[in-house]
C-alpha cells in the first residue's frame, strides 16, 4: 500500500505503513533516502508524476479517510501540501497523469466503493469533477496512461473483476475495451513503457 512515481529517469517510492521515501537511480542501481513524507504512515494513497514532480495524497491512516494531497520537488527534496481533492475521502484509489493534468478516481470511501473522477490542474492547483468511471465503482484497481489516454482496470467491489476502460480526456469519455486475458484480480500492478501498457 505504498506510493510510487518516476521523474525523468529516477524512481520514487515510500509510505506505506511508515513515512520513509527512497529514491532509485537505475544507473548505479543504487538506493537513496529523501525527505520522508510529511505527515504519518500513510496506506493506500494514490500517486503520480507531472513534469519534474510527484504527487500523493488519499488513502488511510490509522483508521482515517484521507483528501489531502502533496506535492513531491526533488530537486528541493521538498514535500508542499496542495488543494485537497474536492471530491469524498477515499483510499485504494487509482491516478495516472495526461500531458499537465492528473487524474484521481474511484476508490473507497467512509461508507462505499466509489466511480467519481477528478482532475487535477498544478498550475491552478485546482480540482475539477470528470465523468465519473465507466465501469462498476470499485477500489484496488490498476491504471495507467499510454499518451493522451489513460486506462482503468481489474480491482474489487464484493467480487473480483477484469474488464478494462479506457479514458480520453479531450472528450471526457470512458469506452470499454477488451477485458484482461488472464483471470479477475485486485491490488495489481501497472505501468506503461512506449506504446504499450
Known sequence: DALAFS???????????????WEYDPSPDNWN????????????GVSFS?????????GLNSSNFKKDFWEYDPINDLWSQKADLYGPARYCAVGFSIGTKGYIGTGYGV????????????ASNSWIQ??????????????????????????????????????????????KKEPLGGDSRYLAAGFSIGGNG
Open 7 to 21: 521523474i525523468g529517469n529516477k524512481g520514487y517510492s515510500g509510505t506505506g505503513y511508515d513515512s520513509d521515501f
Open 111 to 122: 461508507e462505499d466503493y466509489l466511480s467519481d473522477f477528478w482532475e487535477y490542474d498544478p
Open 50 to 58: 507531472i513534469g519534474t514532480k510527484g504527487y500523493f495524497g488519499t
Open 130 to 175: 470528470k465523468a465519473d468511471f465507466g465501469g462498476a465503482a470499485r477500489h484496488r484497481a490498476v491504471a495507467f496512461s499510454i499518451g493522451n489516454k489513460g486506462y482503468l482496470g481489474t480491482g474489487y467491489n464484493g467480487t473480483s473483476m477484469k474488464d478494462f476502460w479506457e479514458y480520453d480526456p479531450d472528450t471526457d469519455k470512458w469506452e
Open 33 to 44: 533516502q529523501k525527505a520522508s513524507f510529511a505527515q504519518r504512515g500513510r496506506e493506500g
